[in-house]
Nanobody, 114 residues
Framework: QAQFVESGGGLVRPGGSLRLSCTDS????????MGWYRQAPGQQRDLVAH???????MYRDSVKGRFTISRDNAKSALYLEMSSLQPEDTAIYYC????????WGQGTQVTVSS
């Protein structure tokens, strides 16, 4: 069973950048499509971006051109580079497998505020 640990969140001003990281304890990380999700207060958890084992990526419209998802299979790690952050990006960010959802980790809080 996978166990995810997310990190890298924080408080940033509008227009700022952050890099999120996720590690997956499961040994077959490289075979799975991985995704970043976010959940704002009072809202549902939404998929923000995903990356397939072959590095094909997908982004929701609101983050296209600002966020970049990547993975390092040797480290069983997933990343999300976020730039031009806006207050509406404020949320707890989680990683998981879109095609085989596992227990959720603690997530990492991203707060965009002046």
């Amino acid at each position: 069973q996978a166990q995810f640990v997310e990190s890298g969140g924080g408080l940033v001003r509008p227009g700022g950048s952050l890099r999120l990281s996720c590690t997956d304890s499961f040994s077959n990380f490289q075979f799975y499509t991985m995704g970043w999700y976010r959940q704002a207060p009072g809202q549902q958890r939404d998929l923000v971006a995903h990356i397939t084992p072959h590095q094909t990526t997908m982004y929701r419209d609101s983050v296209k051109g600002r966020f970049t998802i990547s993975r390092d299979n040797a480290k069983s790690a997933l990343y999300l580079e976020m730039s031009s952050l806006q207050p509406e990006d404020t949320a707890i960010y989680y990683c998981n497998r879109p095609n085989s959802i596992q227990p959720w980790g603690q997530g990492t809080q991203v707060t965009v505020s002046s």
